[in-house]
């Protein structure tokens, strides 16, 4: 079955830098949209960042600090995040679309977490 591995979490001070991986492996035939979406603590979960091909999109909370990227060989998204405030403190999750064979419509995938904590 296919998997997401989300990576590169940690603690980082206000104004730092991180940058988070998530990589697809199994029975993969195409990988259309890949996302990062976050759920900070005691609110609901919300999208960061998506990319397909051709566009990419962030939230408005984000843009102009983080900047999302893939490496479709390595079936890798990853999500550059600067100048990080206390207000990203959140469990971010990896997600994408996935077809795993040319029957398939795609379906979505998701990443086990990893927790991102910026102190001020």
């Known amino acids: 079955q296919v998997q997401l591995v989300d990576l590169g979490g940690g603690l980082v001070q206000a104004g730092g830098s991180l940058t988070l991986s998530c990589a697809a492996s199994g029975s993969i035939f195409s990988i259309n949209a890949m996302r990062w979406y976050r759920q900070p603590p005691g609110k609901q979960r919300e999208l960061v960042a998506a990319?397909?091909?051709?566009?990419?999109n962030y939230a408005d909370s984000v843009k102009g600090r983080f900047t999302i990227a893939r490496n479709n060989t390595k079936n890798t998204v990853y999500l550059q995040m600067d100048s990080l405030k206390p207000e990203d403190t959140a469990v971010y999750y990896c997600n994408a679309g996935i077809r795993r064979n040319i029957l398939d419509r795609g379906m979505d995938y998701w990443g086990k977490g990893t927790l991102v904590t910026v102190s001020s």
């Open positions: 990319i397909t091909s051709g566009t990419t």
